[in-house]
């Protein structure tokens, strides 16, 4: 993976520390990288041409044939009447060398092996930026739901205050159910921040590799675990 970005990023957090009970830390997210389903599936092409490269450059085994031959032989004169006279050849095949298609067809498997690596170099930097990105949007989610906290207890505070007032009689209905109105709103603010921290969370756990999808696996497999 390209270091320079790497580093940058590291250098961004150090600048821009972030909460100390956060239990992740940016090196940890980033070195995960490796793990992520992109950079796992640019890597088995990688492979996968290698193969192919491997098998085109070879040219083939050595190959032995025997052709065994038998003649009988009747002599007019002695003991032995069909005599048999056993003979045969052996040849050897020896390759030595790659036919003009094998030799189109390996150019082409090297071309290919160098586009795969630099694409690899390209998915990998791709997804050194999305798990910052998906790092910093758990977090900065994580952070709200304190805000959002302290909101709804200042919310529920004021609510206290203005049903005593109520009560005593020195404000109108109307105005207690306005506080009630944005002490509901403070409350559904602090759950849709509860969900958006625990979505952003798993969207950083799967690119992470740490959470697997069926059916997104580099090799399709049919079963995979949550």
Request: charged share 25%; with cysteine; glycine share 4%.
């Amino acid at each position: 993976m390209n270091k320079k970005i790497r580093l940058c990023l590291i250098l961004t957090a150090l600048i821009f520390p972030l909460s100390s009970v956060w239990p992740l830390t940016m090196d940890e997210v980033l070195a995960d990288v490796e793990n992520t389903y992109e950079v796992i599936a640019a890597k088995a092409a990688i492979e996968s041409i290698r193969r192919q490269i491997t098998e085109l450059a070879f040219p083939g085994d050595m190959t032995f044939s025997f052709q065994p031959d038998a003649d009988v032989i009747t002599p007019t004169e002695g003991p032995f009447a069909d005599v048999v006279d056993l003979s045969g050849s052996i040849s050897i095949s020896v390759p030595l060398g790659l036919s003009d298609m094998k030799e189109q067809a390996l150019a082409s498997a090297n071309n290919s092996l160098s586009l795969a690596q630099i694409n690899l170099q390209t998915v990998g930097d791709a997804m050194l930026l999305k798990l910052y990105v998906l790092y910093q949007d758990a977090w900065l989610a994580q952070e709200e739901q304190a805000v959002l906290q302290l909101e709804l207890d200042a919310a529920r505070t004021t609510y206290d205050v203005k049903r005593l007032l109520f009560e005593s009689g020195k404000i109108a209905l109307v105005e207690l159910a306005q506080v009630e109105d944005e002490l509901r709103r403070r409350e559904a603010d602090l759950l849709k921040g509860r969900l958006e921290y625990r979505l952003t969370s798993l969207e950083l756990s799967l690119a992470r590799g740490l959470l697997k999808i069926k059916g997104e696996t580099p090799d399709n497999a049919d079963e995979t675990e949550a």
